[in-house]
């Protein structure tokens, strides 16, 4: 088991014991249990019921924990009867996610955007990828995936961004954003200036018309190429033909 927080979970199935009492937990450097690194105790729980313990302090690495349980403690017994402790299982406690995606691009191919990335950086599992689309998660796939397609208006001022998430759930940075060029051509260059803008681009005006009726004959890069947000896109305005 692969976590962010060493909150461990045992039933209180023993039928030898009374029908309430604790779960005993304790985490091992060791299978055998030699080592004892942390251990505690749950709330009282109903038989039949589960109990949970988290451990305060541990470091991220790989760990083993067991438990028991402990009936409620009687008048004629005021230690209460424990089960024996349950089989080893491995704990890996890990906090820190991974970094961002590597390589992160785009392209708009029959009408759909499509992205495509390389891993994080390291040798760490990845267990998903999570693709952003303006701020929020819209689709995931598996770690061994690497391409993924969204189906939204290619014109519209939407942004990308993808994320990983480990086998414990840590959820990486986000890539560098990327967003759709659009088209400006026959704009003045102050309304190609000012779309752009909404995209988060920045319109770099190639040449400076003398009268304010010039309109873009040509862009750089062309529109639906997908670039990142903060790029420069160079426009070309012209006086209109009378």
Not at 74 to 92: E, H, I, P, V, Y
Not at 195 to 206: F, H, K, P, Q, Y
Request: charged share 20%; aromatic share 6%; hydrophobic share 40%.
């Amino acid at each position: 088991m692969k976590t962010r927080v060493a909150t461990l979970s045992a039933g209180f199935l023993d039928p030898d014991l009374q029908d309430a009492g604790v779960v005993l937990f304790r985490i091992c450097a060791d299978p055998g249990c030699r080592i004892v690194v942390s251990s505690g105790t749950s709330g009282q729980v109903a038989g039949g019921t589960s109990g949970t313990w988290t451990a305060p302090k541990l470091r991220d690495g790989s760990y083993f924990w067991q438990a028991a349980a402990r009936g409620q403690a009687a008048a004629r017994d005021l230690a209460g009867n424990t089960s024996a402790w349950s089989a080893g299982r491995k704990l890996t406690l890990h906090r820190k996610p991974s970094g961002p995606p590597r390589r992160f691009t785009g392209s708009i191919v029959d009408g759909r955007f499509v992205f495509r990335w390389a891993p994080p950086a390291g040798t760490g599992a990845v267990e998903g990828y999570t693709l952003v689309v303006d701020g929020d998660a819209m689709k995931k796939v598996d770690g061994d995936v690497l391409t993924v397609a969204a189906d939204v208006d290619p014109s519209g001022p939407h942004s990308f961004a993808v994320q990983a998430v480990d086998e414990a759930g840590n959820v990486s940075a986000r890539t560098r954003t990327l967003v759709a060029v659009p088209r400006v051509l026959g704009l003045t260059a102050r309304e190609a200036s000012s779309i752009l803008r909404s995209r988060g681009l920045v319109a770099e005006v190639a040449t400076k018309p003398k009268v304010r009726s010039a309109v873009v004959v040509a862009q750089r890069p062309i529109a639906r190429a997908v670039i990142e947000r903060g790029s420069t896109v160079t426009v070309v305005a012209r006086e209109r033909p009378r």
